[in-house]
T-cell receptor, first 113, second 116 residues
């Protein structure tokens, strides 16, 4: 069964620190990887996508992908209380580019002022 | 990012009634849309893939006769929960792929269904 695993947390970091969120996936042929942020009671919001090995930076967010280790991570620099949310790792394991996403159960991040 | 809307945002209905949820892509066309369900403190579970002009593809364990999907146009997909029961109470979210190669999925704001 194709799976995406995340540490459920909660992960608590002080304001200004770096938050590190990790995700592993089971399907070696997966090609597309995403991080979504979900505030309580709201729908997921896409914050990062990554398709090739290495790092991808966007503002305070950096996604890291290692296909050999089947591992993807998200770093949040200078964490703010507004970053407190559940972060969902998602992997496209479908057929073709529009295949469905498999989600991890999410890591709850709490940034303390 | 792309904008996907859903209506209604919240609905309360009596057991045995049917509820229709609409999902619209506002600034792009979507030949495919996805319907997810999320129970409290759980992750999103894909229910079905909605295909414009053809039948939806349902995930294992999802009753196609209970969750009717219609994708009549390139910007609208509807999910009808028929004969709803309290166990159908959940957060229903649609998404549509767009971006380069259609790999990125953008979610609607979700519909919270409560069946009494």
């Amino acid at each position: 069964q194709k799976e995406v695993e995340q540490n459920s947390g909660p992960l608590s970091v002080p304001e200004g620190a770096i938050a590190s969120l990790n995700c592993t996936y089971s399907d070696r042929v997966s090609q597309s990887f995403f991080w979504y942020r979900q505030y309580s009671g709201k729908s997921p919001e896409l914050i990062m996508s990554i398709y090739s090995n290495g790092d991808k930076e966007d503002g305070r967010f950096t996604a890291q992908l290692n296909k050999a280790s089947q591992y993807v991570s998200l770093l949040i620099r200078d964490s703010q209380p507004s970053d407190s949310a559940t972060y969902l790792c998602a992997v496209n394991m479908g057929r073709g580019s529009q295949g469905n996403l498999i989600f991890g159960k999410g890591t709850k991040l709490s940034v303390k002022p | 990012g792309a904008v996907v809307s859903q209506h209604p945002s919240r609905v309360i209905c009596k057991s045995g009634t049917s509820v229709k949820i609409e999902c619209r892509s506002l600034d792009f066309q979507a030949t495919t849309m996805f319907w997810y369900r999320q129970f409290p403190k759980q992750s999103l579970m894909l229910m079905a893939t909605s295909n414009e002009g053809s039948k939806a593809t349902y995930e294992q364990g999802v009753e196609k006769d209970k969750f009717l999907i219609n994708h009549a146009s390139l910007t609208l997909s509807t999910l009808t929960v028929t004969s709803a029961h309290p166990e159908d109470s959940s957060f229903y979210i649609c998404s549509a792929p767009t971006g380069t190669g259609g790999r990125e999925q953008y979610f609607g704001p979700g519909t919270r269904l409560t069946v009494t």
